[in-house]
């Protein structure tokens, strides 16, 4: 069984920087996609950013050439690195696995602001 924890949200001002983190637990071996998605109120959930195993990488719109996903499979951990932040990224970042025959495993969800 796949467990997802989301670290690293919080208050940022604009222009900011903020790491985040995804904790897995649990075999990733059938992990085929990791990935980061984000929830604004009053908004449906969107893609941020995504690596497929075969090792593709790929974007939302909004995000492109600001946030830079990654992973340390020794640390079965995955990163988000988001930079020139603006009040229209805030939102609740979830980290998601989706697993080979098992479907889609998310975690509970950090939230990040961004405001002066």
């Known amino acids: 069984q796949v467990h997802l924890v989301e670290s690293g949200g919080g208050l940022v001002q604009p222009g900011g920087s903020l790491r985040l983190s995804c904790a897995i637990s649990?075999?990733?071996?059938?992990?085929?996609?990791m990935g980061w998605y984000r929830q604004a109120p009053g908004k449906q959930r969107e893609l941020v950013a995504e690596m497929i195993n075969s090792g593709s990488t790929r974007y939302g719109d909004s995000v492109k050439g600001r946030f830079t996903t990654s992973r340390d499979n020794a640390k079965k951990t995955v990163y988000l690195e988001m930079n020139s932040l603006t009040p229209e990224d805030t939102a609740v970042y979830y980290c998601?696995?989706?697993?080979?025959?098992?479907?889609?495993?998310w975690g509970q969800g950090t939230q990040v602001t961004v405001s002066s």
């Open positions: 998601n696995a989706v697993v080979l025959g098992r479907g889609d495993r």
């Open positions: 649990g075999s990733i071996w059938n992990v085929a996609v």
